[in-house]
């Protein structure tokens, strides 16, 4: 029984505590309620410069204690073309009978221009009156060049009501009153009910009864075309700029962040010389390495060159044959012998990613032969080459080339970029602008991607020799070749996966045309004869099924303001100006 006294107890002060917050809550409605617009008299200039000046008189009867004065809220913000479209709008004055000073503290909140008017330290009661003098740009639309107003006179948020509210739209004279229409909407946001209205040469005249809070009168004039100059197009141009800054500001602003990311993170650390030539790649770098330092990218070809650089090594051989079944479109397969321990392997011992690579080959095949075909490492191989990937670029970064892996550094970049993309769906309904701006910035960024990896001072000078064997490749005599081959009978076979991850295999074949009679013997191959050309793309085509092998998988299956025209559907609440009027 005391549990039940209790729960009542607190659902009766439960009950109470929500009775005081509702009605704290609808008390500044209920206060603006007791006050009213006895008269809103509006004065609408259209000047020939498609500006407009708006003067506005009301007369406030204030009933409630404690008030200051009213707030006139109008918007300036509206949507068109599913972007902001924004009327400039500047307040002139604001005084009361015979001309005295009212403050007023103007400011925009979100899409409304808000006037404070009042004195914050002065509380008023009975009649008031305030005239309200502002000017307002882009509140004209053009349709085929003929000017059109459709104004929201008196707002459709008003917590007040209006006794009586007479609106003039002035405009200059034209010669036919004929030529001007007119037409007017009063009630609720939408209503399309009319009020009459009067027209002669310069000016139309609206009158409309009693509104409730919640109601306005809006107005609409069409004026011949020529009477208002339409703004030129370098001031479209500037209004525009001003609507759709962010498609600009934003993707400018994104290059300049990543230009300086890439200015002071992305650039080699020193400015590359001319280039040299250079007999040897550098003696502390793989093939694949050095395929992987150029371009700052670890590719396939790459990866795949420590097959023949291991066999130029003494650390297994390659034996070519033809197969009765067709591999990845050849009749050829590949047999790989791992040799045993030798004083040549000793010479260049292997790195963790060659180790790596080495030992996942002869995992799959004749282990007590230490053999394996290539055809066995179909579907098999592909599960190591990520991690071969990783070591690679470790190995780089261990020995000084590269402060950070480079394909983590362009995944990031790619990250952002692709975010940013994301991001524009999800803005870009809300307000076209920024959602293309943002699709332009997400393009800046991905493109600068690739271009973030940066080599350090000793990577640079790596490169520079890599690039000076290239060099020396492309354009080495025959005799300085020839001595080359007396002095080291296996260059050939040694240097050509260097060649190969850097696209000189060709000619390091031409090279060595006539020069080399016989293929390395690390390679052993069923076709009579020797070319060193010939050789070189049989090489060729046998890396390119050996990436194609190391990489392959099974193949898996799944089951899966507008714009508009106040006078083709205009209603209250529509065109330009509106907000409401309230007292504070």
């Known amino acids: 029984m005391p549990v039940c006294f209790q729960e009542a107890r607190l659902c009766r002060i439960f009950s109470v505590i929500l009775l005081v917050v509702l009605l704290w809550a609808a008390s500044g409605n209920v206060a603006a309620l007791a006050d009213e617009v006895t008269s809103f008299a509006a004065n609408i200039q259209v000047n020939p410069d498609a500006s407009i000046d708006v003067n506005e008189d009301l007369i406030v009867r204030f009933d409630t204690p404690n008030r200051h004065g009213i707030n006139r809220f109008i918007p300036v913000v509206y949507d068109r073309y599913g972007n902001n479209y924004t009327v400039d709008l500047k307040v002139k004055q604001v005084t009361t009978t015979g001309g005295q000073y009212v403050p007023v503290n103007a400011s925009r909140l979100g899409r409304d221009f808000h006037m ?19 000017t307002v740009r882009r509140a004209i639309n053009f349709f085929h060049d003929a000017p059109e107003i459709y104004w929201n006179v008196t707002g459709n948020e008003s917590h007040m009501p209006i006794d009586k509210v007479v609106a003039h739209v002035v405009f200059p004279p034209v010669k036919d009153k004929s030529e001007v229409r007119a037409e007017a909407f009063v009630g609720e946001e939408g209503s399309t009910k009319t009020v009459p209205h009067s027209i002669d040469s310069t000016s139309v005249t609206f009158t409309s009864g009693k509104l409730s809070p919640g109601e306005g009168l809006t107005v609409v004039v069409g004026l011949p075309k020529g009477l208002i100059q339409k703004p030129t197009e ?3 141009f500037l209004y525009l700029a001003a609507d759709w800054w962010p498609l600009v500001v934003l993707p400018a602003l994104t290059f300049s962040i990543c230009f300086n990311m890439w200015w002071f993170l992305g650039r080699d650390a020193i400015k590359r010389p001319a280039i040299a030539v250079d007999w040897e790649p550098p003696k502390d770098l793989s093939p694949a390495e050095v395929g992987t330092l150029v371009d700052e990218s670890c590719d396939l070809s790459d990866m795949v060159s420590t097959v023949i650089d291991l066999a130029a090594r003494g650390y297994l051989t390659i034996r070519e044959f033809k197969t009765e079944s067709l591999f990845f479109l050849r009749n050829k397969d590949y ?12 010479k260049s011992p292997l790195s963790v990613f060659e180790r790596r690579f080495l030992d996942a080959m002869f995992i799959y095949g004749n282990t007590s032969a230490r053999t394996v075909k290539l055809s066995e490492l179909k579907y098999k191989f592909h599960s190591k080459m990520q991690q071969i990937e990783k070591d690679i670029y470790k ?6 080339m590269f402060l950070q892996n480079p394909d983590d550094v362009r995944q ?21 602008s920024y959602g293309v701006g943002l699709i332009l910035s997400s393009l800046i960024v991905l493109s600068f991607s690739r271009t973030m990896p940066a080599r350090t001072r000793k990577g640079c000078e790596a490169l520079n020799q890599c690039l000076g064997f290239q060099r020396f490749v492309k354009l080495a005599e025959k005799d300085r ?8 009978p296996t260059i050939f076979g040694r ?15 031409e090279a060595f045309r006539d020069l080399v009679k016989s293929p390395p013997d690390w390679y052993i191959s069923n076709d009579s004869g020797f070319q060193t050309y010939t050789f070189v ?12 092998t190391f990489t392959s998988t099974r193949s898996s299956s799944s089951s899966a303001g507008s714009g508009g025209s106040g006078f083709d559907g205009g209603s209250s609440g529509g065109g330009f100006g509106g907000g409401g009027t309230d007292s504070w």
Do not use: N
């Open 116 to 134: 404070k008017i009042g004195d914050p330290k002065k509380s008023i009661m009975g009649l008031h009156q305030y005239h309200i003098h502002y």
């Open 234 to 236: 370098w001031q479209e």
């Open 335 to 346: 047999e790989f012998t791992r040799l045993p321990e030798s004083a040549l392997q000793a």
């Open 395 to 400: 190995s780089l970064i261990d020995k000084g």
């Open 412 to 432: 990031s970049w790619i990250c952002i970029g692709v975010g940013l993309f994301i991001s524009s769906f999800i803005v870009g309904p809300i307000q076209t």
């Open 481 to 488: 070749i020839r001595k080359l081959v007396v002095d080291d």
């Open 495 to 509: 240097l050509l996966p260097y060649a190969m991850v850097l696209g000189a295999a060709d000619q390091w074949a």
């Open 537 to 548: 793309r049989d090489i060729g085509d046998g890396t390119r099924t050996m990436g194609q």
